[in-house]
């Protein structure tokens, strides 16, 4: 059952072209973290009131443990009750950000998913969904090659197109 709601999570979907960052400015963890968030609200997708709380409960999910997962991808991710359902947002970087990665090298890609308390199902599903893409080396190179935003949807559209129907059939 769990497989059939992850194979419904689209990356596009998930991540609009309005919350996609072709360059980040910040090189820092932390700054990276409220650049994408200021997107999302930005977008009308969070509330700007929430964002010192946000980049708390993300800040606190980073001290558990990096979600810099290594070969220059963060998955930054935190449930709070100020945000509706899911949220997600991509960044990438062309200088590379310090994420304390557990590869020890510099990130330049960022996926950062954001969900309700309530939305436990979606948000483990969300992280199933990024893993699986960023598991490809080739699609993380076409990300990092990419001209610009557009591009990078275009990308997040193709791999959902490829991952659809065929999800349950790679695991």
């Known amino acids: 059952m769990q497989d059939e709601r ?5 990356i596009s979907a998930m991540i609009p072209s309005e919350a ?4 980040l400015e910040s090189v820092e963890k932390q700054p990276v973290l409220t650049e994408m968030v200021q997107v999302l609200i930005d977008s ?3 509330d700007e ?7 708390s409960a993300l800040m606190s999910r980073e001290d558990l443990g990096s979600t ?6 963060a998955v930054p991710h935190a449930k709070h009750e100020k945000v509706r359902g899911l949220v997600a947002a991509f960044g990438r970087s062309q200088k590379g950000i310090e994420f304390a990665a557990l590869d020890g ?8 998913i954001l969900s309700s308390n309530e939305s436990s199902g979606q948000h483990l599903g969300a992280l199933a969904r990024v893993a699986r893409l960023v598991r490809d080396d080739r699609f993380c190179r076409f990300l990092r ?3 610009d935003a557009k591009e990078l949807a275009e990308l997040f559209a193709e791999a959902d197109a490829q991952l659809g129907g065929d999800e349950s059939k790679s695991e």
């Open 49 to 55: 009131e929430a964002l010192p709380g946000i980049i």
């Open 20 to 23: 996609i960052i072709d360059s």
């Open 6 to 10: 992850d194979s419904q999570l689209k």
């Open 44 to 46: 009308g997708r969070v």
């Open 145 to 147: 090659e990419a001209g």
């Open 105 to 112: 090298q510099p990130v330049q890609l960022v996926f950062l």
């Open 68 to 73: 810099g997962i290594g070969k220059g991808v």
